[in-house]
């Protein structure tokens, strides 16, 4: 199994950064950890829009102890969010996916529009490198 701990993934993406791309595309913008279940309203969190919303790129899911344990792509990363987690009757979050560890956060990374591909080939080899609990397929 590959480092799940959200830190080494972050290094993975800078290896990936270094290794893969061109020196003329412009930057991943790496979003803050985003709190699913805050303990107040102030808290960065579910009160609050999804990062890198309506943006190409590659979204990280933990568990409580920042371990990465699933890595997905979207054209769009606030709805595909959205399709895991939802706004419950108290307004808490809802997860309404099925997941081996109980997801706590999240953090995105965006790609630019213009080289909005490069999502496809950042998930493979972080998927690759990382081995999350539920990229694997269960049989």
Same mark, same amino acid.
């Given at each position: 199994?590959?480092?799940? %701990?959200?830190?080494? $993934?972050?290094?993975? $993406?800078?290896?990936?950064?270094?290794?893969?791309?061109?020196?003329?595309?412009?930057?991943?913008?790496?979003?803050?950890?985003?709190?699913?279940?805050?303990?107040? +309203?102030?808290?960065?969190?579910? &009160?609050?829009? *999804? /990062?890198?919303?309506?943006?190409?790129?590659?979204?990280?899911?933990?568990?409580?102890?920042?371990?990465?344990?699933?890595?997905?792509?979207?054209?769009?990363?606030?709805?595909?969010?959205?399709?895991?987690? %939802?706004?419950?009757?108290? +307004?808490?979050? +809802?997860?309404?996916?099925? *997941?081996?560890?109980?997801?706590?956060?999240?953090?995105?990374?965006? $790609? /630019?529009?213009?080289?909005?591909?490069?999502?496809?080939?950042?998930?493979? &080899?972080?998927?690759?490198? $990382? %081995? /999350?609990?539920?990229?694997?397929?269960? +049989?």
């Amino acid at each position: 199994m590959g480092k799940t %701990q959200l830190i080494d $993934v972050l290094e993975l $993406v800078n290896e990936y950064s270094e290794k893969y791309r061109g020196k003329n595309l412009g930057e991943f913008e790496i979003s803050a950890i985003y709190d699913l279940f805050p303990d107040s +309203k102030d808290t960065y969190g579910w &009160f609050h829009e *999804w /990062p890198s919303n309506g943006r190409y790129g590659i979204y990280l899911i933990m568990d409580k102890d920042h371990n990465v344990i699933y890595i997905g792509e979207s054209s769009n990363i606030g709805n595909r969010l959205s399709n895991y987690f %939802q706004k419950s009757e108290d +307004k808490s979050c +809802k997860i309404v996916h099925k *997941w081996h560890k109980t997801p706590k956060y999240v953090c995105t990374i965006a $790609v /630019p529009s213009e080289t909005w591909f490069e999502r496809l080939a950042l998930e493979e &080899f972080l998927i690759y490198n $990382v %081995q /999350p609990i539920d990229n694997k397929k269960s +049989k």
